[in-house]
């Protein structure tokens, strides 16, 4: 990626970061993943092994996920993943309303334990402006909170009400 801006995030978890990973990130888990966001996705096709870089996943959005989100879809191809460290990098192909203004988009989530079951995902995006320039503080919150945010904490509201699952 070319030169750009970084906006990053901390948020606070209420689960695990093991369990958060198995559900969210793990790559192997599309039924665990549907579940845990019934209402918010509709759909999760994986081109390619869905594990190791270059494979692309399109999420579907539900209705009401999509008109808040500005889309229907949103698609990344994995840059990395290391399940050891609890981190995934990943290339946004499409997505909302931001990225229609992005020439670039990659999005880094991180998982650190933070207590007996708690979490801190750490999230750093990074992008490039079609036009230059850095996102207005309101657009950067809508592409952190809409998005990445919105889907951790589904995860993490669904794996709350369910303790005994991907434990």
């Known amino acids: 990626m070319a030169a750009g801006y970084v906006i990053t995030e901390e948020c ?39 594990a190791g870089p270059g494979s692309v996943t399109t999420l579907t959005l539900s209705p009401a996920a999509a008109a808040k989100a500005g889309a229907c879809v949103m698609r990344t191809r994995l840059v990395a993943r290391d399940g050891a460290a609890r ?21 880094e989530a991180r998982l650190e334990a933070a207590g007996e079951g708690a979490c801190v995902a750490k999230l750093r995006v990074e992008y490039e402006r079609l036009r230059g320039g850095a996102l207005s ?11 990445y945010l919105g889907l951790l904490k589904k995860v993490e509201a669904y794996l709350v009400a369910n303790p005994a699952e991907y434990g």
């Open 12 to 50: 606070g978890l209420a689960v695990s970061a093991d369990r958060m990973w198995k559900v969210a990130f793990s790559g192997d888990n599309r039924a665990a993943l549907l579940k845990a966001c019934a209402g918010f996705i509709d759909d999760v096709d994986v081109e390619g092994d869905g």
């Open 87 to 107: 981190m995934l990098r990943a290339e946004v192909l499409e997505d909302g309303k931001v990225s229609g203004q992005l020439k670039s988009h990659v999005a």
């Open 137 to 147: 503080p309101k657009d950067q919150a809508a592409l952190l909170t809409a998005g």
